[in-house]
């Protein structure tokens, strides 16, 4: 009997009932994860934000070695395009992973928050190719894309604003520094805090 008592007592143990602490913790956990699931758009890519500034560093060393503006700006808009396609790939990937949908409501504010600041942007590019205002374009390209960034980042993870935070404190300084500054911030921004905050997002939110 003695060598039957110490077995009853560790089934005993396994059949215990959860603590309902602990269950209740649980379920906080699981209904804070629903719900921020259900109000935040989370497939913003990492992975894909990092080939996005390897793609704008390699244009920001075309660009700077280009000798007439017109050619400098065909490498930029290409960039832009090419920038645009990966981060769309991207996202659709991440989110088809995560289960997530490219057109739940999260999404679309994201979206609405994230596409007004790039239509101005647009907009201020065709003036200023139409008076030729090449040097203006670089910091008004960060301010935008950095504003786009923290309006459709308010609906995303924490991390996208601070990251739109630094393409404007980049423009606000290309407007500071002489005009041939340009290519180098745009490296900077468009290239190197992509890659940056990309590895960040990658490693904390799931790709």
Do not use: C
């Not at 009997?1 to 649980?26: F, H, T, V």
């Not at 960039?79 to 989110?95: R, T, V």
């Not at 911030?185 to 990309?198: D, P």
Request: charged share 15%.
């Amino acid at each position: 009997m003695a060598k039957i008592q110490p077995i009853r007592q560790a089934e005993a143990q396994d059949n215990e009932p959860i603590a309902l602490s602990d269950r209740a913790i649980d379920n906080l956990r699981f209904i804070r994860e629903t719900m921020e699931r259900s109000t935040h758009f989370t497939a913003v890519p990492g992975y894909g934000g990092m080939l996005m500034g390897v793609t704008a560093t390699v244009a920001a060393y075309i660009a700077a070695q280009q000798i007439y503006l017109r050619n400098w700006l065909i490498v930029w808009i290409t960039e832009a395009f090419l920038a645009f396609a990966i981060g769309l790939l991207a996202m659709w990937q991440k989110s088809k992973i995560a289960g997530e949908s490219m057109f739940s409501a999260p999404a679309r504010k994201f979206a609405f928050g994230f596409v007004p600041p790039l239509m101005a942007g647009i907009a201020i590019t065709l003036g200023l190719w139409r008076y030729e205002q090449y040097e203006m374009m670089p910091p008004i390209w960060m301010l935008l894309y950095g504003a786009a960034v923290v309006t459709g980042g308010a609906f995303s993870v924490k991390i996208v604003p601070v990251m739109g935070w630094f393409f404007m404190a980049m423009g606000a300084a290309a407007f500071l520094l002489p005009a041939a500054y340009g290519n180098y911030l745009m490296g900077a921004s468009f290239g190197l805090t992509h890659i940056v905050f990309g590895a960040i997002i990658a490693r904390r939110y799931g790709g």
